[in-house]
Nanobody, 125 residues
Framework: EEQLVESGGGLVHPGGSLRLSCAAS????????VGWFRQVPGKEREAVSCVNIFDGSTYVDVSVKGRFTISSDDAKKTVYLQMNSLKPEDTAVYYC??????????????????WGQGTQVTVSS
């Protein structure tokens, strides 16, 4: 069974940085779109960023543009989300998702196939 294993969440002060990792287990990311959603209890899930592994094109939500960067390491079968200049409103559970039939373009992020377990990011002073 394909799985995604996330790591890198934690507690950080406002203005700090974290790097989330999403590793593929029992499959490879070839031809997949891989991305990150986040969710706060009581609120709708929010798309953050995604990358098409086969051509490197990305989507970045306006709320994190200029602060978050998504990247992939094909050899390590891992996708990263580098989060800089973190704000308290970035606090959420972050979920990685991979979808071979997903949409990931400069204006669209529609992914819903293989999900990770989630990792908590808390930005607080």
């Amino acid at each position: 069974e394909e799985q995604l294993v996330e790591s890198g969440g934690g507690l950080v002060h406002p203005g700090g940085s974290l790097r989330l990792s999403c590793a593929a287990s029992r499959f490879t990311f070839d031809d997949y779109a891989v991305g990150w959603f986040r969710q706060v209890p009581g609120k709708e899930r929010e798309a953050v960023s995604c990358v098409n592994i086969f051509d490197g094109s990305t989507y970045v939500d306006v709320s994190v543009k200029g602060r978050f960067t998504i990247s992939s390491d094909d050899a390590k079968k891992t996708v990263y989300l580098q989060m800089n200049s973190l704000k308290p409103e970035d606090t959420a559970v972050y979920y990685c998702v991979a979808d071979i039939h997903g949409e990931c373009s400069v204006s669209t992020m529609v992914l819903d196939d293989i999900w990770g377990q989630g990792t908590q990011v808390t930005v607080s002073s």
